[in-house]
């Protein structure tokens, strides 16, 4: 099976841009998580979603916003990028379980530079 | 909210010799999922070890074992062997039962030293 892939995976925007980055889960899972890495911050959950639906939001401004389609993919976007958006954004998938939270299985991650 | 910490930012340990990591956590719910996260430079996080919070027993994984003490809030990581191929971040997280969405520990990196 094919692991979960993240596009694109280096990006170099100017402030006050916007992005989008698009991350492909595994085959069968339908939960698709978002996180950012800083060095400052360490790792932060942005939002989950599941069947389409934001099923989970983490503590950022609107400007991060996702979404995802019927075939599970998802992409996140960032609205007038700011410098402390540079990142590593990761996407994680998981199937869903009949309990609990389950493994989630991580892609490479797409390193946003914004200057 | 939870919260979880990791007090060793830093950790180094001979080849073939046991290293344990730290974690601790906060939370006030009682059904809760703790896990141990490897990222290796470079490279994909992958889960190394699961333990959920009603389970008593330790979780262990080949060389890989946790100490779980649910009273203190404590969830340490016991690496047996250590093994070069070992080397990288280790994150602690948890996770409610509300979905996928873990709260991480700020890292520990772990060396191995031939």
């Known amino acids: 099976k094919a692991g979960v892939t993240q596009t694109p995976r280096y990006l170099i925007k100017t402030r006050g841009q916007q992005v989008t980055l698009s991350c492909s889960p595994i085959?069968?899972?339908?939960?698709v998580s978002w996180y950012q890495q800083t060095p400052g911050q360490g790792l932060q959950f942005l939002f989950e979603?599941?069947?389409?639906?934001?099923?989970n939001k983490g503590n950022f401004p609107g400007r991060f916003s996702g979404r995802q389609f019927s075939n599970s993919r998802s992409e996140m976007n960032v609205s007038t990028l700011e410098l402390g958006d540079s990142a590593l954004y990761l996407c994680?998938?998981?199937?869903?379980?009949?309990?609990?939270?389950?493994?989630?299985?991580f892609g490479p991650g797409t390193r946003l530079t914004v200057t | 909210a939870q919260t979880v910490t990791q007090s060793q930012p830093e950790m180094s340990v001979q080849e073939a010799e046991t290293v344990t990591l730290s974690c601790t956590y906060d939370?006030?719910?009682?059904?809760?999922?703790l896990f141990w996260y490897k990222q290796p430079p470079s490279r994909q996080m992958i889960l190394v070890i699961r333990?959920?919070?009603?389970?008593?027993q330790n979780a262990t994984e080949n060389r890989f074992s946790v100490n779980f003490q649910k009273a203190a809030k404590s969830f340490s990581l016991k690496i047996s062997d250590s093994q070069l191929g070992d080397a990288a971040m280790y994150f602690c997280?948890?996770?409610?039962?509300?979905?996928?969405?873990?709260?991480f520990g700020g890292g520990t990196r772990l060396m191995v030293k031939p």
């Open positions: 997280a948890f996770s409610n039962n509300a979905g996928n969405m873990l709260t």
């Open positions: 979603y599941f069947s389409e639906t934001q099923r």
């Open positions: 994680a998938s998981s199937p869903i379980p009949r309990q609990g939270p389950y493994e989630q299985y």
């Open positions: 333990q959920e919070a009603y389970k008593q």
């Open positions: 939370t006030s719910e009682s059904d809760y999922y």
């Open positions: 085959s069968g899972h339908r939960s």
